[in-house]
């Protein structure tokens, strides 16, 4: 079984339009997040959850809007798409969101045209 | 900018030589970790080791950390094809409910 699952793979979409990108995972973690990885490889955080709640929000534009229906999901829904937008999305997940041991998903690779 | 640093960029070697890759970050941590990205794939935490260790042993994987020079390195020994990805060390701090990237080494063993 697969401890982070995020869907779709692959993702093409216009500018302007409205994604939606899933997590889940079920090795029972408290903390999940939305990393973003752009051309350049440079990952870095979007948000964290702990248990449902908001953690961090790194800065994020407001068209991105994270939602955690339990703590074993955290999806992430990208309102009025732009081609900057167009990057590699990882959820992953941490018994802890102290800075410790992070399982990644594999990745959502979104392209905006 | 938290952001790490890690040098070579690149680097490429033969099948059986040992590989090192450095890091380098900017506030005090509670750990450092190491991670592996192969093509296309997710990142696979490789290993962790404490602000409060100085080197630690996994397998071929041998990391030390100097929290006085700010600075890791992961040294993979009797490299392997299967050993090509990306590598990237990531911090973390107690509170900060995150892990803070460097900009990773794209380790490439030729046969």
């Known amino acids: 079984d697969t401890a982070v699952s995020q869907t779709p793979k692959y993702l093409v979409t216009q500018m302007g339009n409205d994604k939606s990108i899933k997590c889940e995972q079920n090795l029972g973690h408290d903390t999940m997040y939305w990393y973003k990885q752009d051309s350049k490889k440079f990952l870095k955080i979007m948000f964290s959850y702990n248990n449902k709640e908001l953690i961090i929000n790194e800065t994020v534009p407001n068209r991105f809007s994270p939602k955690s229906p339990d703590k074993a999901h955290l999806n992430l829904h990208i309102n009025s798409l732009e081609l900057g937008d167009s990057a590699v999305y990882f959820c992953?997940?941490?018994?802890?969101?102290?800075?410790?041991?992070?399982?990644f998903g594999q990745g959502t690779r979104l392209t905006v045209v | 900018s938290q952001q790490g640093e890690e040098d070579p960029q690149a680097l490429s070697i033969q099948e059986g030589e040992n590989a090192t890759m450095n890091c380098s970050y900017k506030t005090s941590i509670n750990n450092l970790q190491w991670y592996r990205q192969n093509s296309g794939r997710g990142l696979v935490h490789l290993i962790l080791i404490r602000s409060n260790e100085r080197e630690k042993h996994s397998g071929r994987l041998r990391v030390t950390l100097d929290t006085s020079k700010k600075s890791s390195s992961l040294l993979i020994t009797a490299s392997r094809a299967a050993d090509t990805a990306s590598y990237f060390c990531?911090?973390?701090?107690?509170?900060?409910?995150?892990?803070?990237f460097g900009q990773g080494t794209r380790l490439t063993i030729n046969p």
């Open positions: 992953a997940s941490s018994l802890e969101g102290k800075g410790t041991e992070a399982f």
């Open positions: 990531a911090t973390g701090r107690w509170g900060a409910q995150k892990l803070v």
